[in-house]
């Protein structure tokens, strides 16, 4: 199993769970979502202070590979790496494993782009240090 720069445990709550009482298929990008922002700030970017300076770090691409449901009172950790695409772009790689048995879940890739306030893109320099 590759090595991750960051890891994050969660459980799964019964109320993030379908008719079919497994997770529901958007709740998935929530738990990335917070993996990449706990990454983020573990590395020391603060997504909020970006976002009053006028740097947004937006999602422009998702990938979404589902292996196996995850249902109430699962444990799971979501994987994160950071990788420079282009001169403006990144890509998070990020899984999901159950915690009994390391079973891969979900694998994700997940592009993004900085934005200043006009809406055009610049430079996430601030992401440099961290790319794999």
């Known amino acids: 199993?590759?090595?991750?720069?960051?890891r994050l445990d969660l459980q799964v709550?019964?109320?993030?769970?379908?008719?079919?009482?497994?997770v529901n298929n958007a709740v998935y990008q929530n738990y990335l979502e917070h993996a990449r922002?706990?990454?983020?700030?573990?590395?020391?970017?603060n997504f909020i202070e970006l976002s009053s300076k006028g740097i947004h770090l937006v999602v422009v691409?998702?990938?979404l590979d589902y292996k196996l449901p995850l249902k109430p009172d699962d444990g799971f950790w979501v994987?994160?790496?950071?990788?420079?695409?282009?001169?403006?772009?990144?890509?998070?790689?990020?899984?999901?494993?159950?915690?009994?048995?390391?079973r891969l879940v979900l694998q994700a890739k997940i592009?993004?782009?900085?934005?200043?306030?006009d809406g055009k893109p610049c430079r996430?320099?601030?992401?440099?240090d961290l790319y794999d």
């Open 61 to 63: 691409r998702v990938e």
């Open 79 to 102: 994987g994160t790496n950071i990788e420079q695409i282009s001169k403006i772009r990144f890509g998070f790689n990020q899984p999901i494993y159950k915690t009994d048995g390391e």
């Open 37 to 45: 922002h706990q990454f983020l700030l573990s590395k020391g970017v």
């Open 13 to 22: 709550r019964d109320y993030e769970c379908d008719i079919q009482g497994i």
């Open 111 to 117: 592009i993004g782009a900085a934005i200043d306030n």
């Open 1 to 6: 199993m590759k090595k991750f720069q960051h």
């Open 124 to 128: 996430a320099t601030m992401l440099s």
